[in-house]
């Protein structure tokens, strides 16, 4: 081969080598390099992401209305003081992360539009290999890194989950599902039916309410609503106090986390309280006479599934405006004009949005190998829900199903930057998750408690979740008032972690 080709590819390929690679450049792929910079700055590192831009799903999904279903004070970022309204739209979100892409300089180091199909462990390299495909060219590129972040989420972005309805096939009109949400669509003056009763439904309710001619919340069962205004008296009032602005966010994200910790403790030791309090606040803006039960009024434990917060009422204004109406009812069938229910009546419909939640993936749906050995990491034991049995080098950032997600994102990029300068300090190479003997008796528990939180997609996919055990530091409790205190003070040679 002609030598300059030879130093060419040579140095092309040392330009694809990092110590550290960050899957995602979403909320929690920035939050790693933030830490990644400020905790380990000797660190190369680069972020690569499959879609064109930043922002994962906040860039993605495209439906109408779409905006946080958590207080911003949290999903916001400990280090970058957010100013707005607490429930913030996806554009607002977005401007928020180019401003802490540009004010830390991670913009450079990721890489859009690179598709990972496979991750290869050698341990006799100590080197992760990805198999990565340059979507814009289809050019087929190796990139190599000695730890590797996994912060591409939870579900899989190209598809949501779509149950097979009886008759879908008859239906004239158009079917959608929001994450696949067309950009041109028409909807003005048809008449829309939304099924779903999740954040989703709404989120895309009151924003269609308006222009469609009629629109129907379609629900099998009810889902808990927190509906208030949408404003953070506390943040306004240190405001007109001229208190600086990192205060009034330290201030702020520690009033939501204690009121949060407050609802959670109820949602198990004064549930029925908690269930009348928030039927009540429903009540209210629907109006006295609006029949909240059956349609608003779940039959689980508050907090089973995630409470969705209403900014300023909207989808209960919008019912009550006579803008959207909410059916609870079994879907029959499809029919040629709508959908028939269980009930026999039938529902008329130009548009059916299906809001019936996503798919689940582990690992963003990449193939793993370990010394070429394919990983099931269903059968992989978590560590602290960060690490992964017999796994090394590797952690995934699996965020709060009720707190806000970045909250643990901070947890675990304290403790794998922790972990890194941990290994350079041992001079280890590797680090690979294992347990003890005397955790070989430990039972088998699901990934997350479905006693816990028990959501659909959750429940659709346990099976290819991790599992976890009953004492640390295998267990995943889901809990941030017990994690803030755990994963900082986490012992790192406790035995569970193999230095090599």
Same mark, same amino acid.
């Given at each position: 081969?002609? +030598? ?17 690679? %960050?899957?995602?450049?979403? %909320?929690?792929?920035? $939050?790693?390099? #933030? ?41 916001? #970022? ?16 977005? *401007? #928020? ?23 290869? @462990? ?37 598809? &949501?989950? /779509?149950?097979?309805?009886?008759? /879908? ?5 158009? %079917?959608?599902?929001?994450?696949? @949400?067309?950009?041109?669509?028409? #909807?003005?003056? *048809? ?16 924003? /269609?309410? *308006?222009?469609? &001619?009629?629109?129907? /919340?379609? !629900? ?6 927190? =509906? ?64 909240? $039960? ?10 089973? !599934? ?5 900014? $300023? ?10 803008? =959207?109406? +909410? ?77 806000? @997600? ?95």
């Amino acid at each position: 081969m002609d +030598v300059a080709v030879d130093t060419r590819q040579e140095n092309a390929s040392m330009a694809r080598h990092f110590d550290v690679l %960050i899957v995602g450049a979403g %909320i929690s792929g920035i $939050d790693a390099a #933030y830490h990644l910079q400020k905790n380990c700055g000797g660190k190369t590192f680069a972020l690569l992401d499959t879609q064109e831009t930043f922002g994962g799903t906040w860039s993605t999904h495209k439906y109408p209305g779409i905006r946080s279903d958590s207080d911003l004070n949290t999903f916001g #970022y400990k280090w970058k003081p957010w100013t707005g309204v607490p429930i913030a739209t996806a554009a607002e979100i977005l *401007k #928020y992360l180019g401003e802490c892409l540009d004010e830390q300089d991670i913009r450079q180091h990721i890489r859009f539009s690179h598709e990972i199909k496979a991750a290869s @462990w050698s341990s006799e390299e100590a080197l992760w290999t990805l198999d990565v495909v340059h979507k814009d060219t289809g050019e087929r590129l190796a990139f190599t890194c000695n730890f590797l972040w996994m912060c591409q989420g939870y579900y899989r972005h190209s598809e &949501g989950y /779509m149950p097979d309805f009886p008759g /879908m096939e008859d239906f004239t009109g158009e %079917i959608i599902h929001p994450q696949t @949400w067309p950009e041109d669509l028409d #909807y003005k003056g *048809k008449n829309i039916v939304v099924i779903g009763s999740g954040a989703t439904a709404a989120t895309i309710i009151p924003a /269609m309410a *308006k222009d469609c &001619g009629h629109i129907t /919340m379609l !629900q099998r069962s009810p889902t808990y609503f927190s =509906a208030r205004a949408n404003r953070d008296e506390l943040a306004e009032t240190l405001r007109e106090l001229d208190i600086p602005e990192e205060w009034i966010h330290e201030i702020a994200r520690r009033k939501v986390l204690h009121d949060q910790k407050v609802i959670t403790r109820r949602s198990f030791d004064d549930a029925d309280a908690l269930r009348k309090e928030l039927i009540d606040g429903a009540q209210a803006y629907l109006g006295k006479d609006f029949p909240v $039960d059956p349609h608003f009024s779940p039959t689980y434990r508050p907090w089973r !599934q995630r409470l969705a917060f209403v900014p $300023d009422g909207d989808l209960f204004r919008a019912i009550r405006k006579g803008q =959207a109406s +909410v059916v609870t009812d079994q879907i029959e069938t499809f029919t040629k004009n709508g959908i028939l229910l269980k009930s026999g009546k039938e529902i008329a419909a130009d548009i059916i949005i299906t809001a019936t939640g996503f798919n689940m993936c582990v690992m963003g749906d990449v193939a793993f190998t370990v010394d070429g050995k394919p990983v099931d990491f269903s059968k992989c034991w978590a560590h602290r829900g960060i690490l992964f049995s017999g796994i090394p080098n590797m952690a995934w950032v699996f965020g709060y199903l009720r707190t806000s @997600w970045t909250m643990r994102s901070d947890l675990i990029a304290g403790f794998v930057t922790r972990l890194l300068n941990h290994m350079d300090e041992r001079a280890a190479k590797i680090v690979t998750p294992q347990l003890r003997h005397s955790d070989k008796d430990m039972p088998e528990l699901p990934f997350v408690d479905p006693e816990n939180f028990n959501a659909g997609y959750l429940a659709r996919s346990l099976d290819i979740m991790p599992k976890q055990g009953d004492r640390q530091p295998w267990i995943f409790s889901q809990d941030y008032y017990a994690e803030k205190d755990e994963i900082p003070a986490a012992d790192l040679e406790d035995g569970t972690l193999i230095y090599e």
